[in-house]
Nanobody
Framework: VQLQASGGGLVQPGGSLRLSCAAS????????IGWFRQAPGKEREGVSC????????YYADSVKGRFTISRDNAKNTVYLQMNSLKPEDTAVYYC??????????????????????WGQGTLVTVSS
């Protein structure tokens, strides 16, 4: 199981970025994928998660209306479209996966140990 996150970078407040999480070595069809972030000095938090099988999604309150998670089954990839970015969105963003043994909202809010396979992070910096 391998996950490759990409798409981070430096963006001005109000700007947009799209993160990608490409899976290899397995098919995402029956898994849940989550995006998590960790800012300096803060705990890791669940940003958005999706169940691949039925498309059920979860968003943290802090990103609702600004971020959109989506999946491309053919490419075995999950995306996180981030719009109206704020300085407080600055963090290292990680994607993770596991079998959806629980409700997607529960898995996303709790992170580990509900998500056991993690990719490397990609840094998002929102600054003028």
């Amino acid at each position: 199981v391998q996950l490759q996150a990409s798409g981070g970078g430096l963006v001005q407040p109000g700007g947009s970025l799209r993160l990608s999480c490409a899976a290899s070595g397995f098919t995402l069809d029956y898994y849940a994928i989550g995006w998590f972030r960790q800012a300096p000095g803060k705990e890791r938090e669940g940003v958005s998660c999706i169940a691949f099988s039925d498309g059920t999604t979860y968003y943290a309150d802090s990103v609702k209306g600004r971020f959109t998670i989506s999946r491309d089954n053919a490419k075995n990839t999950v995306y996180l479209q981030m719009n109206s970015l704020k300085p407080e969105d600055t963090a290292v963003y990680y994607c993770a996966t596991d079998i959806p043994r629980f409700a997607i909202a529960t898995m996303c809010r709790e992170g580990r140990p509900y998500f056991r396979s993690w990719g490397q992070g990609t840094l998002v910096t929102v600054s003028s």
